[in-house]
């Protein structure tokens, strides 16, 4: 086996899903960009959540806009709903883990609030959970999702914003979405802050 060639066949398989989606996400990537300057603008938070890979994501993406991302700004007001451990352990283990984050988006969440959901598959019961929960306190959405968008593409409304990465691979799939996170970090600064 050879390795280097290997590495160099991953490099161009994300490089060439990152330019073939270009045109496809950035439509969808500027609307939530939008979506949650307007949340924030209204004194409203982002809450973000996600399984694994993608709760990592949710995680980095609430940290970049809580200190900072590559501009100095005030915090901005973002929550990952998969950091506190005692919350989701309780809520397995009363409930059901497909609510460990339905129940934090109905304490939590209020109308004037964007929810970020993130799931590869697009079928993850508990962002799906979370999804219904949103539209039930009247948050907004922006779903991140691949493949076929799965289940989660199903139960967004038309007011809910879709970035589906048109892959199959898991790995690359989270490329795009950690590129996604940026652009939507460095398009929020640019319409909070304006443009150097």
């Known amino acids: 086996m050879d390795l280097i060639t290997r590495i ?71 929550m990952a709903l998969t950091t506190d451990s005692s919350t989701l352990t309780s809520i ?30 697009g079928n993850s019961r508990n962002v799906i959970a979370a999804v219904e929960a949103a539209h039930e306190c009247q948050m907004g959405v922006v779903a991140l999702s691949g493949r076929d968008g799965g289940k989660l593409g199903e139960v967004l409304s038309p007011a809910d914003i879709h970035v589906c990465v048109p892959a199959q691979s898991t790995a690359r799939i989270q490329e795009v979405h950690l590129l996604t996170l940026h652009c939507l970090c460095d398009a929020i600064d640019c319409l909070l802050l304006g443009v150097e």
Do not use: W
């Open 8 to 78: 160099s066949e991953n490099f161009s398989e994300s490089a060439h899903l990152k330019l073939q989606s270009m045109d496809a996400l950035a439509g969808p990537i500027a609307a939530a960009a939008e979506r949650m300057v307007q949340c924030l603008k209204q004194d409203g938070k982002i809450l973000s959540c996600g399984n694994g890979g993608s709760a990592a994501d949710a995680q980095h993406f609430s940290a970049e806009l809580l200190n900072r991302f590559e501009k100095e700004r005030p915090g901005l007001a973002a």
């Open 92 to 121: 397995a283990n009363d409930y059901d883990y497909d609510q460990v984050f339905s129940k934090q988006v109905r304490a939590l969440g209020q109308a004037r609030d964007v929810l970020l959901a993130i799931s590869t598959s």
